[in-house]
């Protein structure tokens, strides 16, 4: 454990020395007027690179990790409409690197590309779609190609990692100075939870501020108890690289997974509802695989009245807008 909590401080360090833009945080005036809530939304599907979302941040600093390795090709696997492959493919072509994606999905994707899948193919990267259970496999073989090949090529893991983890502790720290200027603090934080990466972050770095807000990661995939106990344990060993003491500082892990609906990647009129609701009334899209399913839960949770008029709500908008546009749900616009 020694040398791994090294290795990952120093990519805290890498992280912090970054310039990484703030994105945007403000008031959603007409929604809070409408459910007479103060529902502010943190803007990280505007980080104006790879066309944003939460992965776009959690990638960030893997630019200098590779360049200081002086690798000139990454690897990395995901499904099709995956915004971690998305994310990794234009990062590679604006930085001339070979990109080669191990996806898991239907292979007729390709020949109707839409979505993430689409500007993975417009970026150049070579795709390489397999049955889920082969991509350890073909990652391997990728890798062992391309040092055949002269390339130095390094893997990029999934969000299920604590580097993503510690990307939202760090962007806590970023929100909180928009806070202050705003004269603001929310009770609530509301947001889309998936491998537990950033609801881990976000918890530890609001624990680490001292603001006693309630986080709520909504599912878009996992069921309970599974998904509250990767949260937690994301939480623990984040807590050990940081050393943070989460016996005299807990944290409440709160995973809802009332808004899964048929399971990852399938959307229902509820959720979809949610996305038209926030379009029509403040001109901001989300997906229907993760932020709509979140914003459907934050929208129960004012109707229910578990959140009460008045409070003041974050919802941290974490991306996933090309998600969108390969769903297969028929819209009905009347």
């Known amino acids: 454990m020694g040398k791994t909590k090294t290795k990952l401080l120093t990519d805290l360090n890498t992280f912090n ?6 994105t945007p945080l403000h008031r959603l005036n007409r929604i809070s007027e409408l ?5 502010w939304i943190k803007r990280d599907d505007l980080i104006p690179f790879c066309g944003g979302g939460n992965k776009a941040r959690m990638m960030a600093h893997k630019v200098r990790e590779i360049e200081q390795q002086n690798c000139d090709a990454v690897v990395t696997a995901g499904p099709t409409q995956s915004n971690h492959a998305r994310v990794t493919a234009l990062l590679s072509a604006s930085k001339g690197w070979k990109c080669k994606l191990i996806l898991h999905g239907s292979k007729r994707d390709l020949e109707n590309p839409n979505g993430n899948l689409l500007l993975m193919l417009l970026s150049g990267a070579e795709v390489e779609i397999v049955d889920k259970d082969e991509i350890r496999k073909s990652v391997e073989s990728s890798l062992s190609v391309l040092k ?10 999934g969000g299920e990692n604590l580097t993503g983890s510690i990307a939202y502790f760090e962007a806590v720290k970023e929100l909180r100075k928009q806070c202050d200027n705003a004269d603001w603090i929310p ?13 881990a972050g976000i918890l530890l770095g609001i624990n680490n501020i001292s603001w006693d807000a309630n986080v709520i990661g909504i599912s878009a995939a996992r069921k309970n108890p599974r998904g509250c106990n990767v949260v937690k ?27 899964v609906g048929e399971g990852y990647g399938l959307t229902n009129r509820k959720t979809n509802n949610a996305i038209r609701f926030l379009a029509s009334n403040e001109g901001i899209i989300l997906d229907p695989t993760y932020t709509g399913k979140a914003f459907a839960g934050l929208l129960d949770l004012v109707n229910t009245k578990e ?8 919802f941290w908008h974490t991306g996933g807008m090309y998600n969108l546009f390969s769903s297969e749900y028929t819209w009905e616009m009347t």
Do not use: M
């Open 35 to 39: 459910l007479d809530v103060d529902i």
């Open 187 to 199: 009770e609530w934080i509301v947001h889309a939870s998936a491998t537990g990466t950033t609801q």
């Open 233 to 259: 344990d994301k939480c623990e060993e984040l807590a050990q690289i940081l050393s943070i003491d989460l016996g005299k500082h807990p944290v409440t892990v709160d995973f809802k997974d009332n808004w």
């Open 17 to 22: 020395n970054l310039n990484i833009p703030s």
């Open 307 to 314: 959140i009460t008029p008045g409070d003041r709500v974050l």
């Open 148 to 157: 055949n090949k002269g390339y130095t090529p390094y893997e990029i893991h």
